[in-house]
């Protein structure tokens, strides 16, 4: 079972974020660590492959900096792992980044690529389809439990109200959530490894793709305001404690929360 | 001299530091107040790797380096003391002696059980009237055809009980110094005639547990011998150096958290219509002990770094140890002050930090003894 799991490095989440004059995340700005939901994904990885066998890779499309948690993910158990790093892919809209990825994958053997959920930065969630979508396979989505046998991948979907059972054939695209499972500390023996671990880096050029079609030049969106989001929050003080009970329960119903 | 850490350093500090704070913190207390040990937290330690560190990864342990070494034990400390003293014996003392001075077939039966931490290594040295002065030890060893027969009384051994290995020494020939007469076996837990005695009911590291053991003709395989007969002593001193960086870092682990709490505390608690860190008074103590932690934590990595450059660091280990030392309990001290009334009670952990700080001053030497070993250093004695 060949597994390649995706992962993006997000700015620090507990950070401030800070945005660059033309409102990019400014992502030099402040330390970069494996985006949190990919945690998820690549314990995932490393927990089939342990079950199943086989060879496990990491793509990461970001900064020649991601190296560093390119290398705690290969402590965590990763084999080895691809980055694709190229000046020319600043500013890449969603579509862009998913057919970066998709072409990178072409390039590489696999019979499931995994992704988290989404990113802690951007928070779209929708990588894994538009990369399913271009390479022509079927995608599992926010899956709460995987399992891969007989050929197929068989998930937990989970939405509001439970979960649905979904299977595809191999090779397939999933991403996982994060009550999946909880993600290992990397050892500290896998920490010594790392850094014998094959690293790969692809340029834009090594994927053909043209410089031109991607990036801030190629992105069919255009960041034209950020503002801070403020919550404001007007509490009500309820005094009557014998019959407080009620009214949460009341007050709750009359907003169909309950 | 170059400090900067290596990627695999940092990893190291930061996986220790998230363990630490992640699984340890939460059981800290409650292992204190009911003194037994986090088992479950001590498995994850074991798998991640923490008693394998020293152990050359032929003999399935990691082989860092000594300021690595240092670092994952200065996270571990500052958290949970009561596991970094096992974590440092077991490292510094018992799984480096047999990597040391132990034959091949030795390293390969033992090395791999103690890098996993299926067996936990204890050290039995100091006896009720052997304690700064370990050569005049009474354990003795006597030959049995290919075993020993070992009687006497250990005392202070951290991991008495939960341990499931023991480096042993006794005296093998009264008849010459204690230099050619003393020395060093492994004993597995379940000889006959090892017994464990009295745990100690201690001031700090309640969690883990400091006991007797009592020798009764227990029976020891020649084979179990580290070393040349006679050789033991020489053996356990080579140990010093390491055994003191180990205790120096987690005397700093605990300075560390003994500031952290303070400066938390500080910031919270209120006086006269201000948070008292507004006060020069308290401003002033915290800047002391920030300072103060610096100056022993480059004493400690130097240590450290040098010993992996050369033989002996003996003056270097022990200036580092007892300033660590001297540092913790003095940090406690002052961070407890800072707390006023609610330092002295169990609601706060610088109480707990307060009474584990204590120890470092003590094991692996003396303040007194470190003196003495830096002093002779100086004038050649």
């Not at chain 1, 991601?66 to 579509?95: C, H, T, W």
């Not at chain 2, 005639?193 to 309640?206: D, F, I, P």
């Not at chain 2, 960086?245 to 003994?258: N, S, T, W």
């Not at chain 2, 009670?345 to 700080?357: N, P, Q, T």
């Amino acid at each position: 079972m060949n597994i390649v799991v995706c992962m993006k490095e997000t700015p620090d989440t507990t950070a401030e974020k800070r945005f660059t004059a033309d409102l990019r995340l400014d992502r030099a700005a402040v330390a970069g660590v494996i985006n949190p939901y990919d945690e998820y994904g690549i314990e995932e990885a490393i927990a089939q492959k342990e079950k199943l066998g086989g060879e496990l890779t990491l793509l990461c499309m970001g900064p020649a900096r991601a190296e560093e948690s390119i290398r705690k993910a290969m402590a965590m158990g990763v084999d080895k792992a691809v980055l694709i790093s190229d000046p020319a892919l600043e500013g890449s809209d969603l579509i862009a980044t998913a057919r970066v990825l998709a072409a990178a994958l072409q390039k590489l053997t696999f019979d499931i690529v995994i992704f988290g959920q989404a990113s802690t930065d951007s928070n779209a969630g929708m990588i894994v389809t538009a990369v399913a979508e271009l390479l022509g396979l079927p995608a599992l989505t926010w899956a709460s439990k995987l399992t891969i046998e007989g050929g197929k991948a068989t998930i937990k979907r989970s939405h509001e109200t439970g979960y649905d059972v979904v299977e595809a054939p191999l090779p397939c695209v999933v991403s996982v959530t994060q009550v999946i499972n909880e993600p290992r500390y990397p050892s500290l023996k896998g920490i010594m490894q790392a850094k014998r671990k094959e690293l790969t880096s692809y340029k834009l050029a090594d994927l053909g793709i043209d410089a031109s079609s991607v990036g801030s030049a190629g992105a069919g969106s255009k960041v034209e305001a950020a503002n801070r989001v403020t919550l404001t929050r007007t509490p009500e003080i309820f005094k009557d404690a014998d019959r407080a009970a009620l009214y949460i329960a009341d007050y709750l119903e009359k907003r169909k929360l309950i | 001299m170059n400090l900067t850490l290596s990627e695999e350093q940092q990893m190291l500090q930061q996986t220790a530091r998230e363990f630490a704070d992640e699984k340890l913190r939460p059981v800290a207390a409650e292992c204190d107040e009911q003194q037994h040990l986090p088992i479950a937290q001590m498995k994850a330690m074991a798998e991640l790797g923490f008693f394998g560190l020293i152990i050359p990864e032929e003999y399935g342990g990691i082989g860092v380096d000594t300021l690595s070494y240092v670092l994952v034990l200065e996270e571990i400390n500052k958290v949970m003391p009561a596991v970094g003293t096992i974590t440092s014996v077991h490292n510094s003392l018992v799984s480096t002696a047999i990597a040391r001075g132990g034959n091949e077939a030795q390293k390969r039966k033992y090395l791999p059980r103690l890098a996993s931490g299926e067996l936990i290594g204890a050290y039995a040295l100091s006896e009720p009237h052997a304690g700064s002065d370990p050569a005049s030890m009474r354990t003795a060893a006597v030959a049995d055809g290919t075993y020993f027969l070992l009687n006497g009384t250990k005392s202070w051994i951290s991991s008495g009980k939960s341990g499931g290995l023991y480096l042993v020494f006794a005296v093998t020939d009264k008849s010459v110094k204690p230099s050619r007469g003393i020395s060093a076996f492994i004993v597995e837990k379940d000889t006959p005639g090892l017994s464990v005695g009295r745990k100690e009911e201690k001031m700090g590291l309640r969690a883990s547990d400091t006991t007797q053991l009592i020798f009764t003709d227990c029976r020891v395989p020649a084979a179990n011998m580290i070393g040349e007969e006679g050789s033991g002593l020489k053996l356990a001193l080579s140990l010093l150096d390491g055994g003191r960086i180990g205790i120096a870092a987690q005397a700093l682990g605990i300075a560390e958290a003994a500031l952290d709490e303070a400066t938390c505390y500080a910031i919270a608690r209120e006086q006269f219509g201000h948070p008292i860190s507004d006060y020069q008074a308290i401003q002033f103590m915290l800047a002391d002990m920030a300072t103060e932690i610096e100056a022993a934590r480059m004493l400690i990595y130097r240590a450290a770094v040098e010993k992996d450059q050369r033989e002996r660091v003996t003056k270097e280990a022990s200036m580092a140890k007892l300033y660590a030392s001297e540092l913790a309990t003095r940090c406690a001290d002052k961070a407890l002050q800072i707390h006023g009334g609610y330092g002295y009670v169990k609601e706060y952990a610088i109480e707990r930090i307060y009474r584990d700080a204590r120890i470092t001053r003590i094991y692996e030497g003396t303040s007194e003894i470190q003196r003495m070993v830096i002093a002779g250093q100086l004038l050649g004695k």
